[in-house]
């Protein structure tokens, strides 16, 4: 039985969303309906209402970093059950033994329904979401969760410990394994360490924390906006910068002469990714580009 619900409609690129009742399908076969609890804003919710997403469709329902508890389960979905608190996950996880990226230790980029997800769609190539009047609506990033309802495919969900706060957990769906999962997914990260990131928002201070969990000495926080510095400190950081002070480069090189072991875009700026591998060590310094720049 479908489900009338609010929701928040980007109907056009740039222009103002929506709050308005929609109606969420059951789900299907190998889907699940979740009640969303608690939703965190990605960046990447906001460069694709810009029109920039080369994926972007619209009308669409946003969001996609957020916590839900199981309202309903589909056909032949017995991994999770009415009650269970989940995080929607943008990367599936099919876990089936012909799927070389779910048996790999190398990566977790499983592409079982990214080709239908891709195109706004269910994993059967349609939609459960629609407007009242019946004008169809596109799911985004496989999640969708700025609506009070969402149907999901049960394998992109990772289950929470009941008691987890979901007003605090919502950030683990995008943000903080994104910049986590950078430093401790990377076989070369060393202890005692030199390590840069720009962009201090939820992706860079989960870098910051992940590379002082995994022994780094010296680790620096860079952003135009200060205000951002104390929590970074408190994450990790030694020291902070404001590119509108000064020369980065300048900056970085008069506290590492030949440059930082590890640095780490959490931008989107092409111009700081591109400053970001300038910096890195000469002869062996890494450089990882987190952040997604616009099309083209």
Not at 50 to 74: K, N, Q, R
Not at 202 to 221: D, S
Not at 255 to 284: C, P
């Amino acid at each position: 039985m479908s489900i009338v619900c609010k929701a928040a409609v980007a109907f056009a690129p740039n222009q103002p969303i929506k709050v308005i009742d929609i109606e969420v399908e059951a789900p299907r076969k190998g889907e699940v309906r979740v009640k969303v609890i608690a939703n965190a804003l990605c960046h990447t919710d906001i460069y694709t209402l810009t029109g920039c997403d080369p994926e972007g469709l619209f009308p669409v329902v946003l969001g996609h970093e957020a916590t839900a508890i199981i309202e309903s389960v589909g056909e032949g979905v017995t991994n999770y059950k009415v009650g269970d608190l989940v995080v929607p996950c943008y990367t599936p996880q099919c876990q089936e033994w012909d799927c070389i990226f779910c048996n790999s230790d190398k990566t977790n980029l499983c592409p079982r329904i990214r080709a239908t997800q891709g195109k706004g769609l269910m994993p059967d190539g349609t939609s459960r979401l629609k407007t009242l009047d019946g004008q169809q609506i596109f799911h985004f990033m496989g999640c969708s969760t700025f609506a009070e309802y969402a149907v999901i495919a049960s394998i992109s969900l990772a289950k929470l410990n009941p008691e987890a706060n979901p007003f605090t957990c919502c950030v683990l769906g995008c943000g903080i394994p994104t910049g986590w999962g950078a430093v401790m997914n990377n076989p070369n990260f060393h202890a005692n360490s030199s390590v840069a990131v720009w962009g201090l928002g939820a992706v860079g201070l989960a870098v910051i924390q992940a590379a002082k969990a995994k022994g780094a000495t010296r680790i620096y926080g860079i952003d135009i906006n200060e205000k951002k510095f104390e929590i970074a400190k408190e994450f990790g950081a030694t020291n902070c910068f404001n590119p509108k002070n000064g020369d980065t480069r300048a900056w970085l090189t008069s506290q590492e002469k030949w440059g930082i072991n590890f640095t780490y875009d959490a931008t989107g700026s092409v111009a700081v990714m591109r400053e970001a591998l300038e910096m890195a060590h000469r002869g062996f310094g890494e450089s990882m580009v987190i952040g997604v720049a616009a099309a083209g």
